[in-house]
């Protein structure tokens, strides 16, 4: 499979396993809350191209599906832990917020995860693995402490890390501009960390600028990576996004990464791979149904 093909077919992996989670928390089989990916699937799907989590470390957020399955391209473990089954990726005891998978963790505090990603970052530094961690984190994390402090630690220790801000504009429901003066990127630079832009509408090239800072990344020189996106569910499953104007949806829905690629390189076969994916998801959703049914599958 070819590299537009194999991004697409993650990209609409992560969309469609979101949907699904959706009209499963909708029957009242899932348990918990959810953070959905939609609309930002370009970003962990970019990223972590570049990524291998037999030596790297990635850490995550409360809104991590996504890299989950750009990291794993499995759907199963995933809904088998959102519904609490042992079969689940933390047997069924973490929920959507706290997942772990080899070398990937996250945990539901709002950028709790960065000060330990700078830790773990260290500490590849010390063992000179040549690892690199990447950090995602959201804007909403951007006016925590402990945030602003691994920032400047990271740049202390000149660690191999590479921060990835997934800006989505609004905090729960708050917008950027209503809780923050001044840019992130000012922030960013303050600490004498690299700074990089990019908004979500092209793979591509989030995944060629993600693959250069990775490399600078593991000669032990932080880096920070701006991603302007937008999610097009809610910020938890009960958010009806009142908060978001139809305009700005629409505007977004110009750059929608997965409807981008189709029209940049039209000559692949995309229906085929969204079958693929489809039955993929489907699978998963039956054998997990098929653990149920068995019984002693709680965790």
């Known amino acids: 499979m070819e590299r537009v093909e194999r991004l697409y077919e993650i990209m609409y992996l992560i969309r469609k396993t979101e949907e699904k989670i959706e009209e499963l928390f909708s029957e009242g089989i899932l348990r918990g809350t959810t953070h959905g990916y939609i609309g930002e699937e370009a970003i962990a799907t970019g990223v972590l191209e570049n990524i291998d989590l ?4 990635v850490t995550g957020t409360h809104r991590s599906h996504g890299h989950y399955l750009a990291l794993t391209g499995d759907p199963f473990p995933l809904i088998s832990e959102l519904m609490g089954l042992r079969t689940g990726v933390n047997s069924g005891k973490g929920g959507s917020q706290h997942l772990s998978h080899k070398n990937f963790i996250t945990n539901g505090i709002t950028g709790g995860m960065t000060p330990i990603a700078v830790g773990m970052a260290f500490a590849e530094k010390l063992n000179k693995s ?3 961690t990447i950090a995602f984190l959201g804007d909403g994390a951007m006016n925590e402490g402990y945030v602003m402090e691994a920032l400047n630690l990271s740049a202390v220790y000149e660690v191999p890390i590479l921060f ?3 800006n989505n504009g609004y905090a729960m429901s708050t917008r950027a501009d209503k809780s923050s003066r001044g840019t992130f990127s000012e922030r960013v630079k303050s600490f004498g960390l690299g700074y990089s832009f990019v908004d979500s509408s092209d793979v591509l090239k989030i995944a060629d600028i993600a693959n250069l800072l990775v490399a600078d990344s593991r000669s032990c020189k932080p880096n920070f990576l701006e991603v302007r996106t937008h999610r097009f569910c809610g910020h938890s499953k009960n958010d009806k996004r009142e908060y978001i104007s139809s305009h700005e949806d629409e505007e977004w829905k110009k750059k929608d990464p997965i409807s981008n690629l189709e029209v940049a390189y039209p000559q692949y076969d995309y229906s085929a791979i969204r079958l693929i994916v489809e039955k993929k998801i489907e699978d998963a959703c039956d054998k997990a149904r098929r653990v149920i049914s ?6």
């Open 54 to 57: 037999e030596r790297d470390i």
């Open 130 to 132: 040549n690892a690199i």
């Open 164 to 166: 990835v801000l997934e």
């Open 294 to 299: 068995e019984g002693e599958s709680y965790g």
